[in-house]
């Protein structure tokens, strides 16, 4: 019995026709050492979503002028 159904993901843009051709003709390849990786990419994604500082802003909104 087979457990993926490929229909069952369709329809797939072209970012996703490509990683899935990419990956059916054996292009990916293990690292080399995967906690390494890891740490490099869990590293990355935290200072990406890191919270510098905090930030209030006050608007005003104009009055109508008088013509």
Same mark, same amino acid.
């Given at each position: 019995?087979?457990?993926?159904?490929?229909?069952?993901?369709?329809?797939? =843009? *072209?970012? +996703?026709?490509?990683?899935? #051709?990419?990956?059916?003709?054996?292009?990916?390849?293990?690292?080399? /050492? &995967?906690? =390494? *990786?890891? +740490?490099?990419?869990?590293? #990355?994604?935290?200072?990406?979503?890191?919270?510098?500082?905090?930030? /209030? &802003?006050?608007?005003?909104?104009?009055?109508?002028?008088?013509?």
């Amino acid at each position: 019995m087979n457990r993926f159904d490929p229909d069952a993901f369709l329809p797939l =843009d *072209e970012e +996703e026709q490509a990683l899935m #051709a990419s990956l059916e003709a054996d292009e990916w390849r293990p690292v080399a /050492n &995967l906690a =390494d *990786e890891k +740490e490099k990419v869990t590293t #990355a994604v935290r200072h990406t979503i890191k919270k510098e500082k905090r930030i /209030n &802003l006050c608007l005003t909104q104009n009055a109508p002028t008088k013509t």
